[in-house]
């Protein structure tokens, strides 16, 4: 079984950062890639980043400039840097990843989430 789980989340006022955490672990053979994604109230959950296990990334168009997605390949973590927070950013963020865990079989998992609240 693989677990992700999120750290990082708060109460940040407009313009201010976070830092997101995101580590995998269990029996882990192989990672596809890892990203974010966020859901807010009364909204369905969309992407924010993703990277791939060769560093690619994708960027949703609300985060571009303002978020980067990076990785830590040796602690199968991924992070998300947070700028120039907006209060639309609110929302509980998950992380997500597809592994090759013991089995050899592909799956993807989701972290519990990480509430990020932003507001004056």
């Known amino acids: 079984q693989v677990q992700l789980v999120e750290s990082g989340g708060g109460f940040v006022q407009p313009g201010g950062s976070l830092r997101l955490s995101c580590a995998a672990s269990?029996?882990?053979?192989?990672?596809?890639?890892m990203g974010w994604y966020r859901q807010a109230p009364g909204k369905e959950r969309e992407l924010v980043a993703t990277?791939?296990?060769?560093?690619?990334?994708n960027y949703a168009d609300p985060v571009k400039g303002r978020f980067t997605i990076s990785k830590d390949n040796t602690k199968n973590t991924v992070y998300l840097q947070m700028n120039s927070l907006k209060p639309e950013d609110t929302a509980v963020y998950y992380c997500?990843?597809?592994?090759?865990?013991?089995?050899?079989?592909?799956?993807?998992?989701w972290g519990q989430g990480t509430l990020v609240t932003v507001s004056s």
């Open positions: 997500n990843a597809e592994v090759m865990s013991a089995g050899g079989y592909w799956n993807k998992y």
């Open positions: 269990g029996s882990i053979i192989s990672i596809n890639y």
């Open positions: 990277i791939t296990s060769g560093g690619s990334t």
